[in-house]
């Protein structure tokens, strides 16, 4: 594995963790797209740091369960502001 893609999987990884973020986030800070960041999280980190990878897992899970929620109150807000018209 190249040593910038190691580096961007760790740094990847960190950012995860202290922000809480998703991969969508996640992808638009560091300017790739969302499945460079999934496969490095999943397959890469696990390589480099298998500390790191378990626990940006288990904020990835979080953020999985969390999902249909934070989808649901999108869905209100956009009903909501169409039915003001």
């Known amino acids: 594995m190249q040593e910038h893609i ?3 999987a760790l740094e990847i990884g960190a950012y995860i963790i202290e ?3 998703t991969v969508r986030q996640t ?3 560091f ?3 969302k499945s460079t960041v999934h496969k490095d999280v999943t397959e890469r980190l696990p ?3 298998e500390n790191l990878s378990s626990k ?3 904020v990835l899970d979080s953020n ?3 999902r249909h929620i934070r989808g649901g109150e999108a869905t209100r807000r956009k009903y909501k502001e169409s039915n003001v018209v």
Do not use: F, L, M
């Open 27 to 29: 992808a638009e800070i």
């Open 19 to 21: 922000s809480s973020s």
């Open 6 to 8: 190691k580096k961007r």
């Open 31 to 33: 300017g790739v797209s």
């Open 64 to 66: 999985k369960a969390e």
């Open 56 to 58: 940006v897992k288990t």
């Open 47 to 49: 390589q480099i740091n």
